[in-house]
Every structure is written in structure tokens, then in C-alpha cells.
């Protein structure tokens, strides 16, 4: 489910690119599941999974700014400390009932 996790992140943003539209995460979500049944207790891992990844790309920045990366990594672990885990907190309850009502 981390990889699907991972996907969701990159891949179902609106357009502002800082949150995760509802309406992507749904439709990418019931095309995961079409190929079979996705569980309940897996969707409900969906989310804290992509808080997990958030994470992981954030430490990616912090690494890359400790190895000279620049002030780039420092802007990216910023917009993900900021502004994408707080989207991600803001939507939960929609971004929840997205990934649940794919699941059926």
C-alpha cells in the first residue's frame, strides 16, 4: 500500500499542487481496486501511509541539503512541512471517505 501511497502524493494533487484533490484520489483509487477487491483495513492505511511518504520526501530534501544540495532542498522539505501536510490535515475527513467509498 506504500506504493500506492507514493502514486496518490505525486499523482492526484489539485492544481495548486499542494493537496490531494478528492476527486483524483477517488477515481485513482477505484481504478487500483478494479483490479480486485481492495480491502477496508488496506484503505484505511492509505492515508497515514501518505503522511509516511510526505515524510520520507521531506527527509529526502534534509539530506539533500546536508549533502550541498542548495537552497532548493531546503524549499522543498519547507512546502512539505508547511503546506502539504497541512493540506493533508485540512482534507482528511474528504480525502478518508474518498479512499473508503472506493473500497465499497
Same mark, same amino acid.
Given at each position: 500500500m506504500f506504493d500506492v501511497a507514493v502514486a496518490l502524493a505525486l499523482e492526484c494533487a489539485d492544481p495548486g499542487g499542494e493537496a490531494l484533490? #478528492? $476527486?483524483l484520489v477517488h477515481a485513482f483509487m477505484a481504478g487500483y481496486g478494479a483490479g $480486485? +477487491? %481492495?480491502a477496508i483495513e488496506q484503505a484505511r492505511l492509505v492515508l497515514p501511509l501518505v503522511r509516511a511518504a510526505y515524510t520520507?520526501?521531506?527527509m529526502a530534501a534534509l539530506l539533500s541539503w546536508k549533502a550541498g544540495g542548495g537552497p532548493d532542498a531546503i524549499e522543498r522539505l519547507q512546502r512539505i512541512a508547511e503546506r +502539504? %501536510?497541512?493540506a493533508l490535515?485540512? +482534507?482528511r475527513v474528504e480525502l478518508t471517505e #474518498?479512499?473508503? #467509498?472506493a473500497a465499497g
Open positions: 484533490d #478528492a $476527486g $480486485g +477487491r %481492495l520520507w520526501q521531506g +502539504r %501536510l497541512p490535515d485540512a +482534507r #474518498a479512499v473508503e #467509498a
